[in-house]
Nanobody
Framework: QVQLVESGGGLVQPGGSLRLSCVVS????????VYWYRQASGKQRELIAT???????NYADSVKGRFTISRDNAENTVYLRMDSLQPEDTAVYYC??????????????WGQGTQVTVSS
């Protein structure tokens, strides 16, 4: 069974750091583009970071310079390092991965989300 699991969220003080992980497990050929989203209470889901299989990255202006997305293709894992966290970063963070099962068989996976709370 293929699944995607996020982890690493928690409570952190303003100015602190966290590293989120997104792990895809199961029988797949490859993990392709991966996206991190976040959704604060009462707000729309926001795309904040993207990484291609070749590790080309892109960031939303709201996190640029503070967040870093990276990946380990051998472990089918994508990370989101979050530094200089502020209360406005409080949200549920979701990972979305484009996966390939075989030559022409693709799918999209979502995780259950991990809560990040920035508060003193």
């Amino acid at each position: 069974q293929v699944q995607l699991v996020e982890s690493g969220g928690g409570l952190v003080q303003p100015g602190g750091s966290l590293r989120l992980s997104c792990v895809v497990s199961g029988s797949i050929f490859s993990v392709n583009d991966v996206y991190w989203y976040r959704q604060a209470s009462g707000k729309q889901r926001e795309l904040i970071a993207t990484i291609t299989r070749g590790s080309k990255t892109n960031y939303a202006d709201s996190v640029k310079g503070r967040f870093t997305i990276s990946r380990d293709n051998a472990e089918n894992t994508v990370y989101l390092r979050m530094d200089s966290l502020q209360p406005e970063d409080t949200a549920v963070y979701y990972c979305n991965a484009q996966v390939q099962y075989s030559h022409f068989n693709f799918d999209e996976l979502w995780g259950q989300g991990t809560q990040v709370t920035v508060s003193s």
